[in-house]
């Protein structure tokens, strides 16, 4: 019922910019950390960036300083600003919603492809 759709993917040349944007929808309980993560084929998942509930970031030291992440609790929205990207950015990003309930779930979008060419 919970779902998560991500949009704002595409192609870009290298020093270009992408907006990605996430957004809940269903019966859902209070979310602790809305984030992204991403990955490439044959590689783990790696966390991007997250905000938790109360404002706090974290950011994979290869983005920090180029991405931005922002939320809006009320309408249950991330959104990642993607400035200076480069073709090591090359992935599926994934949005990810985890709730703040004992034992807490996580939720993930289907991912959208974000393609940096040189």
């Known amino acids: 019922q919970v779902q998560l759709v991500e949009s704002g993917g595409g192609l870009v040349q290298a020093g270009g910019s992408l907006r990605l944007s996430c957004a809940a929808s269903g019966t859902i309980s209070s979310i602790n950390t809305m984030g992204w993560y991403r990955q490439t084929p044959g590689k783990q998942r790696e966390l991007v960036a997250s905000?938790?509930?109360?404002?706090?970031?974290n950011y994979a030291d290869s983005v920090r300083g180029r991405f931005t992440i922002s939320r809006d609790n009320a309408k249950k929205t991330v959104s990642l600003q993607m400035n200076s990207l480069q073709p090591e950015d090359t992935a599926v990003y994934y949005c990810?919603?985890?709730?703040?309930?004992?034992?807490?779930?996580?939720?993930w979008g289907q991912g959208t492809q974000v393609t940096v060419s040189s």
């Open positions: 905000m938790t509930n109360v404002g706090s970031t």
């Open positions: 990810n919603v985890r709730t703040l309930t004992i034992p807490n779930r996580n939720y």
